[in-house]
């Protein structure tokens, strides 16, 4: 039966290196299909970080603005919940 195989099937160093191979490829926990779409979900989840890291920015933008001095802390509030003084009327203009 071994003579029936292809020549360099017969040697025993390229059959177990087809075999460690193959299991690495598609039996072991940590194969390449899995390693790969870890690689892509790591990817996503740092995309996801920068996103966030952008977003705390601009709260700690806004925070250093509404603690500052009374003056920032109404336009502050004017401008971001549409507060106003009892005798003031507001109007909102958007672009588009």
Do not use: C
């Amino acid at each position: 039966m071994l003579q029936k195989l292809p020549k360099p099937f017969r040697n025993f160093y390229i059959l177990t290196a087809l075999v460690f191979f193959l299991w690495m490829l598609l039996l072991d926990p940590n194969n390449l299909i899995a390693r790969f779409q870890l690689r892509s979900k790591l990817r996503s989840l740092e995309n996801e970080k920068e996103y966030y890291d952008e977003k705390i920015k601009e709260v700690e933008k806004d925070r250093d603005e509404l603690f500052g001095d009374r003056e920032s802390i109404e336009k502050f509030a004017r401008e971001k919940y549409l507060m106003k003084k009892e005798s003031e009327d507001i109007f909102i203009v958007q672009e588009e």
